[in-house]
């Protein structure tokens, strides 16, 4: 392919996606970071879409329903860990976003330093959302990309501050903004009253809280008839998102008793179509809250459960958003605090369309450069002898970055074996989902007897 360095050539870039929201992360940076100047002399990137086989790897629906990143889905191919690195090798890309989870993301880094390609690909990183948990692991294991993207003030500073306290080069740590805002500024409409509750997959967790929280969703919908109130769900039961739904509110709410009041509904589908027509979001904790804050939307973050790290309603201390089902009974609507909103890469202030400038100059010159160092993540067989193995073994990938030998066998061939191959994986995969959303808790409510 043409070098680098040659401006008419148009970039080839690879993103490798482990669930359907990181798709919809890794399409949109890549498309900010490679946008040209709309010149004939930058020809628009040429961006390849690769899904990683998992338990999250999306459906279909959950592609279509991600709504429009630029990329024809049709053009969008599943891949193991090993493929991946072989089409890297193969296909000479220039750059790569890993949209993955942390222990992928540096098994990815450590397979792309094994291929010592004479000109490897920029390697881009990082986060869907807010960071409120395991911030020294997962920042730790996305160490060695060329770019680990933070999508506030507030993350950049703490990101450093980890690469630092350990000794490890902080200087990929880039700061943007949170990836999925936009959408028009919130305007009251006559006549339109809507509450949409966010839910997440795994938080809470319980079925006790889960059962609680849509059972004061719908009172809250029988004390306010007149008030359209719709729960956004991310997935249908039996699909996977980036986390792991066991206990769906669909299924939840077949069993509640007294059925459903006649202006309540469940909804699905793309956030920023739901938030158009949003008067007030409610949410424990998730990502949504941040989308509505950005639109300027009323928004409300709720204590029912207690203010809790294993919720991630604690990142919101100090927002003034907190607040509870009792005080959204009865009208209430928090204000967030302007200092609290300006360091989480909201943008409500309207710098939005500036806010990746600075990863897109970064990207820019890490591309111009005729040789780029060699990947070097803080984690090693030397500094992590009991840690890092493991993780490469579950990519089927040798403590080295190589292949493990067996990993990388013959491609299969036919139209025969390839259907037969893909009816075995949707089977596996159909019984790894029933038996976490169906036998597994089972058997943890007969361990609690």
Request: glycine residues 10%; without cysteine; aromatic residues 6%.
């Amino acid at each position: 392919m043409p070098p680098r360095t040659e401006k008419t050539s148009a970039l080839r870039v690879a993103v490798l996606a482990d669930s359907d929201t990181r798709w919809k992360w890794g399409a949109l940076t890549a498309r900010r970071l490679t946008t040209g100047d709309g010149s004939a002399s930058t020809p628009p990137a040429q961006i390849s879409g690769l899904l990683l086989r998992g338990r999250a790897t999306p459906t279909p629906r959950q592609l279509a329903e991600v709504g429009d990143v630029g990329i024809d889905t049709d053009r969008v191919r599943e891949v193991t860990a090993v493929e991946f690195l072989h089409t890297v090798r193969d296909e000479g890309y220039d750059l790569v976003v890993l949209a993955l989870v942390g222990g992928a993301v540096q098994a990815m880094v450590h397979g792309l330093a094994a291929l010592r390609l004479p000109a490897r690909p920029v390697v881009v990183t990082g986060y869907v959302g807010v960071v409120y948990e395991k911030l020294a692991d997962g920042l730790l294991l996305r160490h060695g990309a060329d770019v680990v993207l933070a999508n506030s003030r507030h993350d950049a500073q703490r990101f450093r501050a980890v690469y630092e306290g350990v000794g490890a080069d902080a200087s990929a740590v880039t700061e943007a903004a949170l990836p999925f805002l936009g959408g028009a500024p919130h305007t009251p409409e006559q006549g339109r009253d809507t509450v949409v509750f966010a839910a997440q997959p795994s938080v809470p967790a319980s079925r006790a809280d889960r059962t609680y929280l849509l059972r004061r969703l719908v009172e809250h919908a029988r004390l306010h008839p007149r008030r359209e109130v719709l729960l956004k769900l991310r997935s249908r039961p039996g699909e996977h998102t980036t986390h792991i739904e066991e206990l769906p509110y669909q299924r939840l709410a077949e069993r509640l008793p007294g059925g459903l009041p006649p202006n309540f509904r469940l909804v699905y589908g793309h956030m920023g179509e739901v938030l158009d027509r949003t008067d007030l979001l409610v949410t424990v904790s998730s990502t949504a809250a941040l989308e509505s804050l950005h639109r300027r939307i009323p928004t409300a973050v709720l204590t029912d459960l207690g203010v809790r790290e294993t919720l991630g309603n604690h990142h919101f201390i100090g927002s003034g958003l907190l607040t509870s089902w009792d005080h959204l009974d009865g009208g209430a609507h928090p204000e967030p605090d302007p200092a609290w909103l300006a360091g989480q890469g909201v943008a409500a202030d309207g710098s939005y369309g500036t806010a990746y400038d600075t990863a897109r100059a970064r990207a820019t010159a890490l591309l111009a450069q005729d040789r780029l160092p060699d990947l070097a993540p803080y984690y090693t067989p030397a500094t992590a002898p009991g840690y890092l193995p493991g993780i490469l073994a579950r990519h089927h990938l040798a403590p080295d970055g190589h292949p493990l030998p067996g990993a990388a066998g013959p491609r299969e061939t036919g139209r025969v074996r390839g259907a037969v191959r893909e009816a075995v994986r949707d089977a596996a995969r159909g019984a790894y989902r029933h038996g976490v959303q169906r036998v597994a808790p089972v058997i943890r409510r007969m361990g609690e007897l």
